[in-house]
């Protein structure tokens, strides 16, 4: 195993230097998947170590749901290779036949029950930042697969499954913002802070000469650039000091400063998702 110090601060940095082999320049997924299934296991509070039986027969069925392609089965390869990155363990690993090329034999762990997951340090850190854990996941799913796989293993693409952030731009349609919608939401919200109700709604339509969609895409980025945030119910929107900033200095938001404000806003945020991991996968 290779021998390095995690610690919070660049765990994630170790999650991204994973080794990960490929076939013709295109990544194999055992360790991808192998690692997602793993994430999956820590935040629902399972046990730090799973018999290799049961990830092999889990995996087997999570690649029959998604549609997944693969050549061969071969998961004992990931979950020997995997310890090599210094975040995984193979419990006795020196005691258990290994191929000449180093590689566990399947029938072996099978037969033995030979258990592996992440290491004390890192199943620890995981589990006690649940924000951190999103990022790697989100990091490994959106690089190596796309949502069906997520939605079998914990959703967390469509879903706010963990305390913290939350994913407010998911609901954006995909979609980018105009300056003119920020500002005459900016403008709107001072006066009427019930003007994303869905009580309201044909009245915002009016107002911001909008669809249902593209209001969502509005109050997402105006969220999330923390710029409004909730009054005294859930119908109701107020300008926070980030808001009211931005309207005094400049109403028109014409300065240049104002939207570099907006995106490390936005960056800073705890309601980002997915943006933040956009620029993550961009590294």
Known sequence: MLQIKITTDNIFYYFKKI???TVNNVPTLYKPLLILYAL????????????????????????????ITLKHRNFHYAF???ETDGLWEVEGQEKLKKSKSGDLEKSELIAKNIKGGFTDIVYTILR?????LKEIYLFFLNTYFDKSIDKILLSLSEYPVFKGRKMT????????VSRWWIQKGISTIKTDREIFSSSNMRRARLE???????????????????????????KEFELSDFGFSLFENDP????????????LSVCFSEINEPYASFFTHLD
């Not at 629902?44 to 690649?63: G, H, V």
């Not at 911001?208 to 859930?234: D, P, V, Y």
């Not at 938001?253 to 939207?259: H, N, T």
Request: proline share 3%.
């Open 19 to 21: 080794s990960i082999r």
């Open 40 to 67: 999956s296991k820590v935040s629902s509070r399972q046990k730090r170590l799973l018999p290799y039986s049961t990830i092999d027969k889990e995996l087997n069925s999570i690649i029959d749901a998604s549609f």
């Open 80 to 82: 020997g290779r995997l």
């Open 128 to 132: 006690n930042n649940p924000k951190i």
């Open 169 to 176: 731009l998911i609901s954006n349609e995909g979609e980018p």
């Open 208 to 234: 911001f000469i909008a669809g249902k969609n593209r209001l969502a895409t509005i109050k997402g980025w105006m969220l999330a650039a923390q710029i409004i945030q909730n009054g005294k119910n859930s």
């Open 252 to 263: 028109k938001l014409e300065k240049s400063a104002s939207w570099w404000a907006f995106h």
